[in-house]
C-alpha cells in the first residue's frame, strides 16, 4: 500500500471541494445541502475555521481523501475534539479511512484534547460505524430517525466518542 | 399564577443579553464563554438567525427567563428542531420552564418538525434534565465528561429527543 497523508494547502482546495460537492450531492452521509455549502463556507470548514487541522491522503500520489480536526465546541466543551473524513470514491477498500483515523487520533492527543467525538455518523453507513469502532470509539447516543437519506429515507444517526 | 410569554421583540435583547451573560459567568449550563457571546452574536443566537423564533416570559410583568426555537441542523437533518432556555434566577420555580417547554413544544408542531433535540444538557442540572423528561423527552446519548462546569468539573452531558 502507498497510502500516505500529509498537511492540506489551499492548493488542495479544489479537489477537497469537488470531492465535498460529490459527497454532499449523493445525501448519504452529511446533512448539509451542496448549496448551502459554498466554496467560501467549504473552505472554511475544511481549512481556515479557527483551530482546523487538515490533512489530505495520496493514494499513488493520488488525491484519496480529506480529514479534519477541530474543537466540538468552544468554552467550557473545548476539551473535545471533532473530526471530518472523506475516503474518495475511487480510493475506497484501500486502507485510506483507516489511515485517516489513526491519523487524527494521534493529532488529537498531540493537541492535547480530552477525548474525540463524532455528531452525525449515518447509521446506515456500516463502514465507517465498524470502521471507528474498530478504532476504539463507542456509540454514545442514537438520534432516532435523524438523517434524511437520499435513498432510504428517515434513518438513525449515531454520535460515537472515544477517549485519548 | 401570572405567568405569559409572548413573542420576542428586538426591544427585549438588553434584558436576554444580560440574562445570557450571567449564566455564561456562572459556568453550569452553556458551553459558550462569556467573551465570545458579544453582543451581536449573542442578537443573532436568540433573535435574528434563520427560521429563529424568540419568546420572552414574563411574570407579573417582568422578563422572567427567554427560549429560542430553531433548526438543529439544514439540510437532510433540517426536520429535527433544536431549543434554548434560561429562567431568570429570580423567578424559579415558577412553572416557568415548564410554561416555556410546552410553548415550544407547541410550536414546533405549528412550524411541522418531526423532533426536537436539546444537544446539550448538563446531567448536573437535574431540575432540566427532570422537567424535560415529564414533558416527554428521552435520554438519547450521554457525552462523557463533555462539559467543564464551573465547580463540579468534567461531567457528563445529556442529549435529549421527543418526536412531535
Given at each position: ?6 498537511t492540506?494547502t489551499?492548493?488542495d482546495?479544489?479537489a ?6 460529490q459527497?454532499?450531492h449523493?445525501?448519504s452521509t ?5 448549496e ?7 473552505r472554511?470548514y475544511?481549512l481556515t ?8 491522503m495520496l493514494?499513488n ?6 480529514c ?7 468554552g467550557?466543551?473545548?476539551h ?6 472523506i ?5 475506497r477498500?484501500r486502507?485510506?479511512g483507516?489511515?485517516m483515523?489513526l491519523h ?5 492527543k ?5 477525548a474525540i467525538?463524532?455528531?452525525?455518523v449515518?447509521?446506515?453507513?456500516g463502514?465507517?460505524v465498524r ?5 476504539g470509539?463507542e456509540?454514545v447516543?442514537t438520534?432516532?430517525?435523524?438523517f ?6 428517515r ?6 466518542h472515544?477517549?485519548l
Open positions: 500500500m502507498t497510502v500516505t497523508i500529509r492540506a489551499s492548493g482546495f479544489p477537497i471541494y469537488t470531492l465535498f460537492q459527497t454532499l449523493e445525501g452529511y446533512s448539509y445541502t451542496p448551502e455549502m459554498t466554496r467560501a463556507r467549504s472554511r475544511w475555521a479557527p483551530e482546523t487541522h487538515c490533512f489530505v493514494d500520489g493520488q488525491f484519496a481523501g480529506v479534519a480536526i477541530r474543537p466540538n465546541r468552544t467550557r466543551a473545548r473535545v475534539a471533532n473530526a471530518s473524513f475516503v474518495h470514491p475511487e480510493h477498500g486502507g485510506v483507516r489511515a483515523g487524527v487520533l494521534e493529532k488529537a498531540q493537541l492535547s484534547y480530552a467525538q463524532f455528531n452525525f449515518v447509521s446506515a453507513n463502514a465507517a470502521l471507528w469502532q474498530s478504532l470509539f456509540i447516543g438520534l432516532p430517525k435523524g434524511d437519506h437520499a435513498t432510504l429515507g434513518v438513525d444517526v449515531y454520535i460515537m472515544r477517549f
